[in-house]
């Protein structure tokens, strides 16, 4: 299971922190709800595109001796399941579908310049999920007048602050701010996971 780590700031910043595994130990399991804190239980690494940053990054895991499950601390600054950091996808959002710039302008202006069909990806994730968006971020801000879900979901996006909203859809209703990959929907969780966990 992924959490957000309760953790803002840089890349670099997240990065100098990391060696130390009490910062943000969680001191129960979000799966079982176990009252121990849990066990650190190494890291994986993953691949993170930032407006100044292309490499891996390590996302730190714990383990719930209870349930024997892992929880891995997800920083904010990322999506589930997406190389991309949110403040590119959010930059290549406004400038495809707020600015009116062509797709492959918006890839090309992106920070850093990726192939516009990375974008196109994006674009069709968020349309399925502008709805839903601009239902869930009411709690948080006024629904803006808007001409469809598309623009309204941008706007409420822009005031309330993609990584505040971000934090608010995930750590909620799980609900992840592009949609879920299919197989993972509604909640990100695999639906195979409690075959894998049960006693054989
Ligand atoms: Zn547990």
Redesign the pocket.
């Known amino acids: 299971m992924q959490i957000l780590h309760p953790f803002a700031g840089s890349v670099q910043q997240y990065n100098e922190q990391l060696s130390d595994p009490d910062a943000h130990r969680p001191n129960h ?1 979000p ?2 709800q ?1 009252k121990h804190p849990l066990t650190a239980h190494g890291f994986y690494t993953r691949t993170l595109i930032d407006t100044a940053f292309d490499g891996p990054i390590h996302v730190r895991r714990y383990l ?1 001796k ?2 024997r ?1 892992t929880v891995s601390l997800l920083p904010e600054f990322i999506l589930p399941y997406l190389r991309s950091s949110l403040m590119v996808i959010a930059l290549f959002l406004l400038a495809r579908l707020f600015r009116g710039q062509t797709i492959v302008a918006a890839a090309g202006a992106a920070p850093p310049p990726m192939p516009y069909q990375r974008g196109q990806f994006w674009i069709r994730r968020f349309r399925a999920q502008a709805q839903t968006l601009c239902a869930a971020l009411a709690v948080l801000t006024q629904p803006t007048p808007a001409p469809d879900f598309l623009q309204r979901a941008l706007a409420m996006l822009e005031s309330t602050g993609w990584i505040a909203a971000h934090r608010f859809l995930f750590a909620g209703a799980r609900c992840h701010l592009l949609g879920w990959p299919r197989g993972l929907a509604p909640t990100g969780r695999r639906a195979a996971f409690s075959f894998a966990a049960a006693p054989a």
């Open positions: 399991c799966q079982c176990d719930c209870a349930c499950r």
